[in-house]
């Protein structure tokens, strides 16, 4: 199982990134994806679920109405699309799945908010 996520960068405060995380090694139109992100000093914290089809998806409170999981199960891609940034949105985001009875990580991308 592989995960690889890209898309991070430097965006000022209102501003947007689109984040991708690549799959492969698994079956991943069966699995459910998530995205997490973790600021220093923090802990690690759920960002967004996406369910094996897309057709359901659960946020943290924190990011609700700003963040969008989708998936493309064609691609073996998932996507977070982040916009309205906050200065708070800045960490480091990992894509996570679950399959078998393992937990995998990608190595994460990291995100800053700043003007």
């Known amino acids: 199982v592989q995960l690889v996520e890209s898309g991070g960068g430097l965006v000022q405060p209102g501003g947007s990134l689109r984040l991708s995380c690549a799959a492969s090694?698994?079956?991943?139109?069966?699995?459910?994806m998530m995205w997490l992100r973790q600021a220093p000093g923090k802990e690690r914290e759920l960002v967004a679920v996406?369910?094996?089809?897309?057709?359901?998806?659960n946020y943290a409170d924190s990011v609700k109405g700003r963040f969008t999981i989708s998936r493309d199960n064609a691609k073996n891609t998932v996507y977070l699309q982040m916009n309205s940034l906050k200065p708070d949105d800045t960490a480091v985001y990992y894509c996570?799945?679950?399959?078998?009875?393992?937990?995998?990580w990608g190595q994460g991308t990291q995100v800053t908010v700043s003007s």
């Open positions: 996570k799945t679950t399959w078998g009875i393992r937990n995998y």
């Open positions: 090694g698994f079956t991943f139109s069966n699995a459910a």
């Open positions: 996406i369910s094996s089809g897309g057709y359901t998806t």
